[in-house]
Protein backbone atom coordinates (compact mmCIF):
# COMPACT_ATOMS: atom_id res chain seq x y z
CA UNK A 1 0.00 0.00 0.00
CA UNK A 2 3.04 2.25 0.15
CA UNK A 3 3.05 5.37 -2.52
CA UNK A 4 6.05 7.61 -3.09
CA UNK A 5 8.05 8.58 -0.47
CA UNK A 6 7.84 12.40 0.40
CA UNK A 7 9.57 15.14 -1.13
CA UNK A 8 10.62 18.95 -0.85
CA UNK A 9 9.14 20.23 2.44
CA UNK A 10 7.18 17.16 3.42
CA UNK A 11 7.40 14.86 6.74
CA UNK A 12 6.03 12.01 7.92
CA UNK A 13 3.00 12.59 10.07
CA UNK A 14 3.90 11.03 13.67
CA UNK A 15 1.24 10.39 16.11
CA UNK A 16 2.76 10.69 19.63
CA UNK A 17 1.29 8.82 22.79
CA UNK A 18 2.99 9.90 25.52
CA UNK A 19 2.20 10.05 29.25
CA UNK A 20 1.63 13.13 31.32
CA UNK A 21 4.45 12.43 34.12
CA UNK A 22 7.16 10.23 32.59
CA UNK A 23 7.42 11.37 29.10
CA UNK A 24 5.57 14.44 28.60
CA UNK A 25 8.59 16.38 30.37
CA UNK A 26 11.13 14.82 28.26
CA UNK A 27 9.50 15.90 24.50
CA UNK A 28 9.06 19.24 26.42
CA UNK A 29 12.78 19.32 27.38
CA UNK A 30 13.14 18.01 23.53
CA UNK A 31 11.75 21.61 22.61
CA UNK A 32 12.70 23.86 25.41
CA UNK A 33 16.60 22.68 24.89
CA UNK A 34 15.60 23.74 21.01
CA UNK A 35 16.35 20.38 19.88
CA UNK A 36 15.05 20.24 16.32
CA UNK A 37 12.34 17.41 15.23
CA UNK A 38 10.14 17.21 12.76
CA UNK A 39 6.94 19.48 12.43
CA UNK A 40 4.83 16.68 11.53
CA UNK A 41 5.09 15.06 15.01
CA UNK A 42 1.57 15.57 16.89
CA UNK A 43 1.36 14.51 20.24
CA UNK A 44 -1.83 13.66 22.67
CA UNK A 45 -0.92 12.86 26.34
CA UNK A 46 -2.51 10.15 28.78
CA UNK A 47 -1.95 9.06 32.80
CA UNK A 48 -0.49 5.72 31.44
CA UNK A 49 1.02 4.17 28.58
CA UNK A 50 -1.43 1.30 29.68
CA UNK A 51 -4.84 3.44 28.71
CA UNK A 52 -3.71 3.56 24.92
CA UNK A 53 -6.26 1.27 23.05
CA UNK A 54 -4.93 -0.31 19.88
CA UNK A 55 -7.73 0.47 17.66
CA UNK A 56 -6.47 4.23 18.63
CA UNK A 57 -3.34 2.79 16.74
CA UNK A 58 -5.45 1.63 13.68
CA UNK A 59 -6.93 4.84 13.56
CA UNK A 60 -4.61 7.39 13.34
CA UNK A 61 -3.03 5.53 10.58
CA UNK A 62 -6.25 5.66 8.92
CA UNK A 63 -6.99 8.70 9.78
CA UNK A 64 -3.65 9.83 7.75
CA UNK A 65 -1.13 9.67 10.15
CA UNK A 66 2.13 7.88 8.79
CA UNK A 67 3.10 6.27 11.98
CA UNK A 68 2.21 5.83 15.44
CA UNK A 69 4.84 5.70 18.48
CA UNK A 70 4.48 5.03 21.33
CA UNK A 71 6.43 6.93 24.46
CA UNK A 72 5.98 4.49 27.13
CA UNK A 73 6.50 4.93 30.74
CA UNK A 74 8.47 1.55 30.96
CA UNK A 75 9.27 0.17 34.62
CA UNK A 76 8.73 4.24 35.45
CA UNK A 77 4.53 4.07 35.89
CA UNK A 78 3.22 5.06 39.08
CA UNK A 79 0.04 3.11 38.35
CA UNK A 80 1.03 0.02 37.03
CA UNK A 81 3.50 -2.30 38.11
CA UNK A 82 2.80 -4.08 34.82
CA UNK A 83 2.79 -0.89 32.23
CA UNK A 84 5.88 -2.13 30.29
CA UNK A 85 4.14 -5.07 29.35
CA UNK A 86 0.67 -4.06 29.09
CA UNK A 87 2.37 -1.20 26.85
CA UNK A 88 4.21 -4.41 25.08
CA UNK A 89 0.66 -5.98 24.30
CA UNK A 90 -0.76 -2.93 23.09
CA UNK A 91 1.67 -2.22 20.36
CA UNK A 92 1.42 -5.48 19.24
CA UNK A 93 -2.17 -5.81 19.24
CA UNK A 94 -2.20 -2.53 17.61
CA UNK A 95 0.22 -4.09 15.12
CA UNK A 96 -1.71 -7.14 13.94
CA UNK A 97 -4.81 -4.57 13.96
CA UNK A 98 -2.48 -2.57 10.90
CA UNK A 99 -2.01 -6.61 9.25
CA UNK A 100 -5.92 -6.97 9.09
CA UNK A 101 -6.01 -3.54 7.43
CA UNK A 102 -3.59 -4.13 5.04
CA UNK A 103 -1.18 -1.85 6.21
CA UNK A 104 2.48 -1.94 7.48
CA UNK A 105 2.90 -2.58 11.19
CA UNK A 106 6.36 -1.05 11.11
CA UNK A 107 4.42 1.90 11.16
CA UNK A 108 4.04 1.56 15.07
CA UNK A 109 7.00 2.22 17.17
CA UNK A 110 7.31 1.88 21.17
CA UNK A 111 10.08 3.03 23.27
CA UNK A 112 10.66 3.82 26.60
CA UNK A 113 11.00 7.79 27.44
CA UNK A 114 12.03 9.21 30.24
CA UNK A 115 11.24 12.75 32.18
CA UNK A 116 15.26 14.09 30.99
CA UNK A 117 15.04 11.99 27.59
CA UNK A 118 14.93 14.68 25.36
CA UNK A 119 18.06 13.80 23.60
CA UNK A 120 16.85 9.77 22.77
CA UNK A 121 12.99 11.81 21.87
CA UNK A 122 14.80 13.12 19.44
CA UNK A 123 16.54 10.16 18.13
CA UNK A 124 14.05 7.82 18.17
CA UNK A 125 12.05 10.43 16.12
CA UNK A 126 14.58 10.94 13.35
CA UNK A 127 14.69 7.05 12.66
CA UNK A 128 10.87 6.64 12.77
CA UNK A 129 10.67 9.15 10.60
CA UNK A 130 13.42 7.95 8.35
CA UNK A 131 11.78 4.32 8.41
CA UNK A 132 8.19 6.08 7.41
CA UNK A 133 9.56 7.64 4.42
CA UNK A 134 11.16 4.45 3.35
CA UNK A 135 7.75 2.69 3.70
CA UNK A 136 6.21 6.01 1.66
CA UNK A 137 2.85 7.48 3.17
CA UNK A 138 -0.01 5.31 3.34
CA UNK A 139 -2.32 7.87 1.62
CA UNK A 140 -2.05 10.05 -1.67
CA UNK A 141 -1.52 13.59 -0.14
CA UNK A 142 -5.58 14.44 -1.46
CA UNK A 143 -6.82 11.61 1.03
CA UNK A 144 -5.14 13.05 3.91
CA UNK A 145 -7.43 14.36 6.55
CA UNK A 146 -6.65 17.42 8.90
CA UNK A 147 -6.24 16.54 12.29
Known amino acids: ?3 HPPTGDQHPRILVFSTNTISDPGIDLAGSSHLHYS ?7 LPCTSGIKPAWIRHAIQRGFDGVFIAADG ?8 CAERASDITARGQ ?3 READ ?6 KMAAICSVCADPFITHMREFAAALTRLGPVHAPAERVAV
Open 39 to 45: PGIRTIS
Open 1 to 3: MAG
Open 96 to 98: QLL
Open 103 to 108: LAPQRV
Open 75 to 82: DECAYLPD
